[in-house]
Every structure is written in C-alpha cells, then in structure tokens.
C-alpha cells in the first residue's frame, strides 16, 4: 500500500519530495555504493529540482555517486524545451551551479545521436545501457532506487497512456510511445515500461494542484483499473503520493492539514 502525505501548497509539495529524493539516495549510497534515480520532466519536476539546489540538500548528499537516468522522453532533441532533459540541464545538472553530478554518469535517452535511426534504436540502446549499469529483478528488469513521477490529468504515468505500449505485459522494458492524440506536445516518445515501476525500491508520485483532484481520488480510491489509469500501478508499498491541500480534496480519507507539517500517512491499496 502506498503511503500518502499531504502538504499545504505546491512548493510544500517540491520541498517535501526533495528532502525524500535526499534521504533515499543518500541510504542507496550508504548500502550498495551507487544510487540509481530516473528523473522525469515537467513544472512539478522543476520546483523539485530548485528545491534541491537549496544548500543544505544540495551539501546532504553525495551526489558524484548518483546515476541520473530518465523515466521517459519526447523524441526531440536535447535542448528542446519539450525535452525532459532540458530543465534538468538548466538546474541540477548547470556547471557550476547544480549539483555537482559527473557529467558521465548522466543517461539521458540517446535522441539526439540515434534520431534518424528513430525510437526503435533509441530503445534498444537505452534498454542495453539500463542492462549493463542497473541490478535487475528475478525478470531481468532494471531496478531503480528511485524513480520521480507526476500524474497527468487523464491517469497516466510515464509516457504511459491509457490503454498504451508502456502496460502491455508482453512488451519489453523500454518502449517507444506513438503521438499522443489527447495532450500536448503530440510528438512521439519514449518510455520505461510500468512495470519498473512496481519493480523500483522507492516511487515518488509529485501531484499539486486543483485540477487533478478528481482523477488523484479515482486513482488512489477507486476500482483497480491500471490499463485505463497507469498510477494505479504506483500504489504499492514501494511508493509514495505528495499532494498538496487542492490535490486531496476529494480523497474520502481524512488527509487536510492546517499548517505546514505533513499529514499522514494514510494507507491506500487495491479497491
């Protein structure tokens, strides 16, 4: 069951996950020497990320020891702002002014040197690299320490959509997404597969804001539906959903707080 911790904003939100994104990479290093971290993208990510640049997180950790992977990707280059990897480039992974993380041990998706080969080489060559550097689970899948992820408004997760590659079962542990139809920017994408998800010693679910609370309530509380709602499959003991006061307003749980300290947690498992 996933644990659940309500805060009173959405900067409470990027601080609360940053000093959880502290803790679990700093007891990876502590145990096996190595922390390995999929980053994902968007504004939640980024406040995260300024919130870690703040100094006493910034000097809370080792981060030389961390590998810096990505949960999924838009088929565009590097320095696109549709990219995922381009906020990174702009906070926590600046010369000078990030976190210090070596250059090497940052594994962005191969875009920009497999583009014209298309997402199919982007895959395989994102899937040996996870093979070669990354423990893997009794099914060869790689396990992260950590992995970061918002909510879209439709239930999904990653790239992975409703009804999407990213959840079939049979399909391989990175996948390549067709353009979305139902949300923007409709370009093609590449993803780790939910099941690293389950997979993954500790999930981080960022998720401010009004506008989603709806579909946070159906996810967490409703029926279990992971093909039509992906984040159903980041509700299990390995994971834990930081919302603010707007986005739990319409879980059935007692999750209100009324000062800055977190709420919780509240146990939440399959319907």
């Known amino acids: 069951m996933a644990r659940l911790i309500v805060v ?37 990510a980024g ?4 919130a870690l640049l703040e100094p006493t ?3 809370a950790a080792d981060w030389s020891t961390v590998e810096v992977w990505w949960g999924d990707d838009r088929m565009v280059g590097r320095a696109d702002p549709h990219s995922n990897v381009a906020i990174a480039d702009h906070t926590v992974l600046a010369p000078g002014t990030g976190l210090g993380i070596d250059p090497r041990r940052v594994h ?8 014209e080969a298309g997402a199919p080489r982007v895959v395989a060559t994102y899937a040996a690299r996870l093979a070669e550097r990354l423990p893997a ?7 992260f320490d950590l992995i970061l992820l918002g ?5 999904h997760i990653l790239s992975a959509f409703p009804g999407g590659a990213a959840t079939d079962p049979a399909n391989p542990a990175v996948v390549e997404v067709s353009a979305p139809t139902h949300i923007e920017p409709q370009v093609p994408r590449v993803t780790l597969h939910t099941r690293l998800v389950t997979a993954a010693r500790a999930v981080l679910v960022m998720c401010p804001g009004a506008a989603k609370a709806g579909r946070v309530a159906e996810v967490l509380e409703g029926a279990w539906e ?11 003991p390995n994971a834990t959903w930081i919302l603010d006061v707007a986005a739990a307003a319409e879980l059935r749980h007692g999750t209100a707080t009324g000062n800055d300290r977190h709420a919780g947690p509240a146990e939440l498992g399959r319907a």
């Not at 909510?151 to 239930?155: I, N, Q, R």
């Not at 093909?227 to 299990?236: E, T, V």
């Open 8 to 44: 009173p904003d959405a900067q409470a939100v990027a601080e609360a996950a940053a000093d959880r994104v502290v803790a679990i990479l700093s007891g990876a290093v502590e145990m096996r020497g190595v922390a390995h971290v999929a980053l994902s993208g968007g504004s939640t």
């Open 57 to 59: 997180r910034r000097d």
């Open 151 to 155: 909510m879209g408004g439709d239930g």
């Open 226 to 236: 992971p093909a039509r709602l992906p984040a159903q499959l980041a509700r299990g």
């Open 47 to 50: 406040a995260l990320y300024r």
């Open 137 to 143: 689970d009794l099914a060869g899948d790689p396990v």
């Open 108 to 115: 962005p998706f191969p875009i920009d040197d497999a583009r």
